[in-house]
T-cell receptor, first 113, second 114 residues
């Protein structure tokens, strides 16, 4: 079965610093979704990537899906305390869409003011 | 816009008790899902409903039953709760189950089985 490896597992950065979170799959990805979760809350959808080489940005967050479609990165520029939380990637490696999404275990981000 | 609403938010059960977790969405989505989230295990799919009138097993269906009551509502039932079912349960929905349709999640139900 598909497994998604997220790295790092946790990250502590000073406010204003840039950071990158990676999501790696052993299988080709037909779709890759990034979510953010705050403690005690649900998952908030950030971005969706489907094509190799695709890159999307929202405010200070940029996500990329590599050309071989087996890895995605999430980059935060000039981090703020509001960026703190758990970032999860979810992937479709079967082509069956969201019926068989697999999720990574998450990267916990702390931003120190 | 409420999105996906789950009730209750917290629940404590004794082993062997039963309960139903409720989920409703107001986004006119066709597909609905139940996940559980456990430390070190990530999110795992329990059951899903691709459309009204259909339900299918996910990765970890044992010990659970579901009902797609109508297009808006999808419930998860634990007939005889076990400590291994202590978890955070999330309901999600999306417009179409295929590629290109992100899931929208509720805020979760935190269940403890003693």
């Amino acid at each position: 079965s598909q497994e998604l490896e997220q790295s790092p597992q946790s990250l502590i950065v000073q406010e204003g610093k840039n950071l990158t979170i990676n999501c790696t799959s052993s299988k080709t990805l037909y779709g890759l979704y990034w979510y953010k979760q705050k403690y005690g809350e649900g998952l908030i959808f950030l971005m969706m990537l489907q094509k190799g080489g695709e890159e999307k940005s929202h405010e200070k967050i940029t996500a990329k899906l590599d050309e071989k479609k087996q890895q995605s990165s999430l980059h935060i520029t000039a981090s703020q305390p509001s960026h703190a939380g758990i970032y999860l990637c979810g992937a479709d490696s079967s082509g069956a869409g969201s019926y068989q999404l697999t999720f990574g275990k998450g990267t916990k981000l702390s931003v120190i003011p | 816009n409420a999105g996906v609403t789950q009730t209750p938010k917290f629940q404590v059960l004794k082993t062997g008790q039963s309960m139903t977790l409720q989920c409703a969405q107001d986004m006119n989505h066709n597909s609905m899902y139940w996940y559980r989230q456990d430390p070190g295990m990530g999110l795992r799919l329990i059951y899903y409903s691709a459309s009204e009138g259909t339900t299918d097993k996910g990765e970890v269906p044992n010990g659970y039953n579901v009902s797609r009551l109508n297009k808006r509502e999808f419930s998860l039932r634990l007939e005889s709760a076990a400590p291994s079912q202590t978890s955070v349960y999330f309901c999600a929905s999306n417009k179409l189950g295929g590629a290109g349709s992100p899931l929208h999640f509720g805020n979760g139900t935190r269940l403890t089985v003693t």
